[in-house]
Protein backbone atom coordinates (compact mmCIF):
# COMPACT_ATOMS: atom_id res chain seq x y z
CA UNK A 1 0.00 0.00 0.00
CA UNK A 2 1.49 3.55 -0.59
CA UNK A 3 1.22 5.88 2.24
CA UNK A 4 0.46 9.23 1.16
CA UNK A 5 1.79 11.82 4.01
CA UNK A 6 0.77 15.51 4.07
CA UNK A 7 2.37 18.52 5.65
CA UNK A 8 2.44 20.24 7.75
CA UNK A 9 -1.13 19.17 9.53
CA UNK A 10 -1.87 22.75 9.97
CA UNK A 11 -0.84 25.77 8.44
CA UNK A 12 -2.00 29.54 9.16
CA UNK A 13 -1.99 32.21 6.62
CA UNK A 14 -3.21 35.62 6.07
CA UNK A 15 -5.50 36.20 3.05
CA UNK A 16 -3.58 37.51 -0.21
CA UNK A 17 -0.68 35.37 0.78
CA UNK A 18 0.30 32.35 -0.43
CA UNK A 19 -0.15 28.82 1.12
CA UNK A 20 2.17 25.87 -0.03
CA UNK A 21 1.05 22.36 0.49
CA UNK A 22 2.96 19.28 0.51
CA UNK A 23 2.09 15.80 -0.63
CA UNK A 24 5.07 12.69 0.16
CA UNK A 25 4.37 9.49 -1.66
CA UNK A 26 6.07 6.10 0.13
CA UNK A 27 6.81 5.00 -3.62
CA UNK A 28 6.80 7.05 -7.08
CA UNK A 29 2.84 7.42 -8.11
CA UNK A 30 4.44 8.80 -11.48
CA UNK A 31 1.69 12.08 -11.93
CA UNK A 32 -1.26 10.47 -10.82
CA UNK A 33 -1.99 12.86 -8.29
CA UNK A 34 -5.07 14.63 -7.50
CA UNK A 35 -5.75 17.29 -4.66
CA UNK A 36 -9.03 18.21 -2.86
CA UNK A 37 -10.75 20.61 -1.08
CA UNK A 38 -13.53 19.99 1.41
CA UNK A 39 -15.23 22.32 3.67
CA UNK A 40 -17.02 20.98 6.62
CA UNK A 41 -20.59 19.34 6.18
CA UNK A 42 -19.50 19.05 2.29
CA UNK A 43 -18.25 16.34 0.20
CA UNK A 44 -14.57 16.51 -1.25
CA UNK A 45 -14.12 18.82 -3.97
CA UNK A 46 -11.79 17.95 -6.77
CA UNK A 47 -9.20 20.22 -7.44
CA UNK A 48 -6.10 19.07 -9.48
CA UNK A 49 -5.53 15.78 -10.88
CA UNK A 50 -2.72 14.51 -13.40
CA UNK A 51 -0.39 16.48 -10.35
CA UNK A 52 -0.76 19.48 -12.09
CA UNK A 53 -4.24 20.04 -14.47
CA UNK A 54 -6.84 21.97 -12.88
CA UNK A 55 -10.38 20.46 -12.78
CA UNK A 56 -13.10 22.13 -14.65
CA UNK A 57 -14.00 25.38 -12.64
CA UNK A 58 -10.95 25.71 -10.48
CA UNK A 59 -9.54 29.05 -10.32
CA UNK A 60 -5.60 30.12 -11.82
CA UNK A 61 -4.63 30.43 -8.03
CA UNK A 62 -4.83 26.58 -7.17
CA UNK A 63 -1.55 25.23 -9.02
CA UNK A 64 -0.56 21.38 -8.79
CA UNK A 65 3.23 20.39 -9.55
CA UNK A 66 5.41 17.19 -8.69
CA UNK A 67 5.79 14.03 -9.77
CA UNK A 68 7.23 10.70 -8.45
CA UNK A 69 7.09 10.92 -4.65
CA UNK A 70 6.84 14.82 -4.04
CA UNK A 71 4.21 16.83 -4.80
CA UNK A 72 3.34 20.69 -4.01
CA UNK A 73 -0.20 22.22 -4.55
CA UNK A 74 0.20 26.05 -4.24
CA UNK A 75 -2.16 28.61 -3.61
CA UNK A 76 -1.10 32.14 -5.47
CA UNK A 77 -3.09 34.37 -2.65
CA UNK A 78 -5.55 33.25 -0.29
CA UNK A 79 -9.23 33.99 -1.18
CA UNK A 80 -11.52 33.66 2.73
CA UNK A 81 -13.05 30.95 0.61
CA UNK A 82 -10.07 29.07 0.66
CA UNK A 83 -9.64 28.24 4.18
CA UNK A 84 -10.54 24.60 4.27
CA UNK A 85 -9.29 20.84 4.52
CA UNK A 86 -6.81 19.95 1.50
CA UNK A 87 -5.95 16.35 0.99
CA UNK A 88 -3.87 14.37 -1.40
CA UNK A 89 -4.68 11.50 -3.35
CA UNK A 90 -2.64 9.02 -5.27
CA UNK A 91 -4.34 6.60 -8.22
CA UNK A 92 -1.25 4.61 -9.29
CA UNK A 93 -0.82 1.99 -7.57
CA UNK A 94 -3.96 0.41 -6.25
CA UNK A 95 -5.92 -1.32 -4.81
CA UNK A 96 -6.19 0.48 -2.60
CA UNK A 97 -6.87 4.28 -3.71
CA UNK A 98 -4.78 5.97 -0.66
CA UNK A 99 -5.47 9.74 0.40
CA UNK A 100 -3.57 11.71 2.47
CA UNK A 101 -4.07 12.64 6.38
CA UNK A 102 -4.92 15.70 5.28
CA UNK A 103 -3.72 19.53 5.77
CA UNK A 104 -6.08 21.98 7.51
CA UNK A 105 -5.92 26.02 5.96
CA UNK A 106 -6.81 27.87 8.45
CA UNK A 107 -6.52 32.16 9.09
CA UNK A 108 -3.76 33.68 10.23
CA UNK B 1 -25.71 17.50 -14.84
CA UNK B 2 -24.90 14.48 -13.12
CA UNK B 3 -25.65 14.28 -9.84
CA UNK B 4 -25.12 11.19 -7.04
CA UNK B 5 -27.41 10.51 -3.79
CA UNK B 6 -26.35 8.12 -0.80
CA UNK B 7 -28.93 6.54 0.61
CA UNK B 8 -29.64 3.77 3.64
CA UNK B 9 -30.50 3.74 7.03
CA UNK B 10 -28.64 6.54 9.20
CA UNK B 11 -28.36 4.07 12.48
CA UNK B 12 -27.12 0.39 11.91
CA UNK B 13 -26.63 -2.02 15.15
CA UNK B 14 -23.34 -3.49 15.81
CA UNK B 15 -22.92 -6.41 14.59
CA UNK B 16 -25.41 -6.14 11.28
CA UNK B 17 -25.03 -5.04 7.77
CA UNK B 18 -24.51 -1.71 7.05
CA UNK B 19 -26.25 -1.30 3.35
CA UNK B 20 -25.81 1.95 1.19
CA UNK B 21 -27.33 2.98 -2.75
CA UNK B 22 -25.95 5.61 -4.93
CA UNK B 23 -28.52 6.41 -7.48
CA UNK B 24 -26.91 8.60 -10.33
CA UNK B 25 -29.46 11.44 -11.82
CA UNK B 26 -29.40 13.57 -15.10
CA UNK B 27 -26.61 10.83 -16.32
CA UNK B 28 -25.63 7.29 -17.10
CA UNK B 29 -23.63 4.97 -15.03
CA UNK B 30 -23.40 2.74 -18.39
CA UNK B 31 -19.32 3.04 -18.96
CA UNK B 32 -18.53 4.18 -15.37
CA UNK B 33 -17.41 3.02 -12.00
CA UNK B 34 -18.76 4.00 -8.35
CA UNK B 35 -15.92 4.21 -5.91
CA UNK B 36 -17.47 4.45 -2.30
CA UNK B 37 -15.02 6.23 0.28
CA UNK B 38 -15.76 7.17 3.87
CA UNK B 39 -14.78 9.25 6.31
CA UNK B 40 -15.08 8.75 10.36
CA UNK B 41 -16.00 11.96 12.26
CA UNK B 42 -13.08 14.62 12.07
CA UNK B 43 -10.80 12.41 10.33
CA UNK B 44 -9.38 11.65 6.80
CA UNK B 45 -10.76 9.52 3.88
CA UNK B 46 -10.76 5.75 3.20
CA UNK B 47 -11.30 4.26 -0.04
CA UNK B 48 -13.38 1.00 0.65
CA UNK B 49 -13.50 0.17 -3.52
CA UNK B 50 -15.05 0.49 -6.48
CA UNK B 51 -17.58 -1.14 -8.73
CA UNK B 52 -17.51 -1.01 -12.37
CA UNK B 53 -21.00 -0.56 -14.35
CA UNK B 54 -20.35 -4.71 -15.50
CA UNK B 55 -20.13 -5.54 -11.91
CA UNK B 56 -16.80 -6.19 -11.58
CA UNK B 57 -15.19 -4.66 -8.44
CA UNK B 58 -12.31 -4.07 -6.41
CA UNK B 59 -11.70 -3.57 -2.41
CA UNK B 60 -9.40 -2.52 0.24
CA UNK B 61 -8.01 -5.41 1.51
CA UNK B 62 -8.07 -3.90 4.86
CA UNK B 63 -12.39 -4.48 4.32
CA UNK B 64 -12.44 -6.75 1.58
CA UNK B 65 -14.03 -9.76 3.80
CA UNK B 66 -16.61 -7.90 4.92
CA UNK B 67 -17.66 -5.38 1.71
CA UNK B 68 -19.87 -6.46 -1.33
CA UNK B 69 -20.36 -3.96 -4.15
CA UNK B 70 -23.08 -4.29 -6.69
CA UNK B 71 -24.48 -2.33 -9.48
CA UNK B 72 -28.73 -2.80 -11.42
CA UNK B 73 -28.45 -0.81 -14.02
CA UNK B 74 -31.95 -0.95 -14.01
CA UNK B 75 -32.24 1.69 -11.58
CA UNK B 76 -29.03 3.56 -12.51
CA UNK B 77 -27.89 2.35 -8.60
CA UNK B 78 -24.67 1.15 -7.30
CA UNK B 79 -24.96 -0.40 -3.79
CA UNK B 80 -22.41 -1.25 -0.63
CA UNK B 81 -22.86 -3.89 1.86
CA UNK B 82 -20.77 -3.84 4.96
CA UNK B 83 -21.20 -6.92 7.37
CA UNK B 84 -20.87 -7.26 10.80
CA UNK B 85 -20.24 -3.76 11.65
CA UNK B 86 -18.63 -1.75 14.68
CA UNK B 87 -18.11 1.60 16.41
CA UNK B 88 -15.34 1.71 13.94
CA UNK B 89 -17.46 1.70 10.77
CA UNK B 90 -19.34 4.73 12.18
CA UNK B 91 -18.46 7.34 9.16
CA UNK B 92 -19.86 9.51 6.57
CA UNK B 93 -19.98 7.45 3.55
CA UNK B 94 -19.55 8.92 0.14
CA UNK B 95 -20.03 7.44 -3.52
CA UNK B 96 -17.95 8.86 -6.24
CA UNK B 97 -18.62 8.02 -10.03
CA UNK B 98 -15.44 8.14 -12.44
CA UNK B 99 -14.56 6.73 -15.88
CA UNK B 100 -11.49 4.91 -15.46
CA UNK B 101 -10.48 2.82 -12.51
CA UNK B 102 -7.48 3.74 -11.58
CA UNK B 103 -8.57 7.73 -11.18
CA UNK B 104 -9.31 10.99 -9.35
CA UNK B 105 -12.73 12.06 -8.52
CA UNK B 106 -15.11 14.75 -9.86
CA UNK B 107 -18.28 13.94 -8.90
CA UNK B 108 -19.70 13.06 -5.60
CA UNK B 109 -22.02 12.16 -3.58
CA UNK B 110 -23.14 14.38 -0.46
CA UNK B 111 -22.52 11.70 1.76
CA UNK B 112 -24.68 10.09 4.41
CA UNK B 113 -23.59 9.68 7.73
CA UNK B 114 -23.75 6.22 9.26
CA UNK B 115 -24.06 5.68 13.24
CA UNK B 116 -23.02 2.06 14.40
CA UNK B 117 -25.15 1.71 18.14
CA UNK B 118 -23.87 -0.69 20.35
Known amino acids: EIVMTQSPATLSVSPGERATLSCRAS??????LAWYQQKPGQAPRLLIYGASTRATGIPARFSGSGSGTEFTLTISSLQSEDFAVYYC??????????FGQGTRLEIK | QVQLQESGPGLVKSSETLSLTCTVS????????CSWIRQPPGKGLEWIGF???????SYNSSLKSRVTMSVDTSKDQFSLKLTSVTAADTAVYYC????????????WGRGTLVTVSS
Open chain 2, 96 to 107: ARHYYDGSSYSV
Open chain 2, 51 to 57: VYYSGST
Open chain 1, 89 to 98: QQYNSWPPIT
Open chain 1, 27 to 32: QSVSSK
Open chain 2, 26 to 33: GGSLTGYY
